[in-house]
């Protein structure tokens, strides 16, 4: 079975500055591998995801994602994080196509200005 | 083009009670998922439904049961309701044939149970 381990419960950084919210998923094959934005008291919006191909992948709202097999992650990146940025992410795997999705724990983003 | 809505948006029972959500996929979608969010975790896969069939189901007792209508929208319902039910449970929808692996997400329903 899929698992997922987000190990900074909570980060914070500065507005201007750059951003990596790590991600180990633990799966056997390639898996489908996601991130999604939570702000507070609100679903999830999907920021970027990886199925094959391009180990970097562009997302929404300047996010990117760089898949390593060999460490079994898929860290987010940002490289000037803003205020508006300050919420809850989630790093989730998929084992096949239209499958469940598996859900870390999340990492709170903290913005200071 | 309404996304993926969720009623109602907050609920309170009580211990022993049934609770029944509803979620309205986006427009296009004919696949809806439900997961349940406790405080302070992520979302945990409940089940899915697919031409009205339940497809896939995670750890959940039968406690959890769900229904999809001809519309493809959904109902969960939660029977004999305990105090670690509350959570916020989100329902998310995808297009089972064109993309199935992006799923849309509702803002969720908050559920206490006291």
């Known amino acids: 079975a899929q698992s997922v381990t987000q190990p900074d419960i909570h980060i914070t950084v500065s507005e201007g500055a750059s951003l990596e919210l790590r991600c180990n998923y633990s799966?056997?094959?390639?898996?489908?591998l996601f991130w999604y934005v939570q702000s507070p008291g609100q679903g999830l919006q999907l920021l970027l995801k990886?199925?094959?191909?391009?180990?970097l992948v562009q997302g929404i709202k300047g996010f990117e994602a760089e898949f390593k097999r060999s460490q079994s992650s898929f860290n987010l990146r940002k490289p000037s994080v803003h205020w508006s940025d300050a919420a809850e992410y989630f790093c989730?795997?998929?084992?096949?196509?239209?499958?469940?999705?598996?859900f870390g724990a999340g990492t709170i983003l903290r913005v200071k200005s | 083009d309404a996304g993926v809505t969720q009623s109602p948006t907050h609920l309170i029972k009580t211990r022993g009670q049934q609770v029944t959500l509803r979620c309205s996929p986006k427009?296009?979608?004919?696949?809806v998922s439900w997961y349940q969010q406790a405080l302070g975790q992520g979302p945990q896969f409940i089940f899915q439904y697919y031409e009205e069939e339940e497809r896939q189901r995670g750890n959940f007792p039968d406690r959890f049961s769900g229904h999809q209508f001809p519309n493809y929208s959904s109902e969960l319902n939660v029977n004999a309701l305990l105090l670690g039910d509350s959570a916020l449970y989100l329902c998310?929808?995808?297009?089972?044939?064109?993309?199935?692996?992006?799923?849309?997400f509702g803002p969720g329903t908050r559920l206490t149970v006291l």
């Open positions: 990886y199925f094959s191909g391009d180990t």
């Open positions: 989730a795997v998929g084992a096949v196509s239209g499958n469940k999705l598996v």
């Open positions: 799966y056997g094959a390639t898996p489908y």
């Open positions: 998310a929808s995808s297009p089972r044939a064109s993309d199935p692996d992006t799923q849309y």
């Open positions: 427009s296009g979608h004919d696949t």
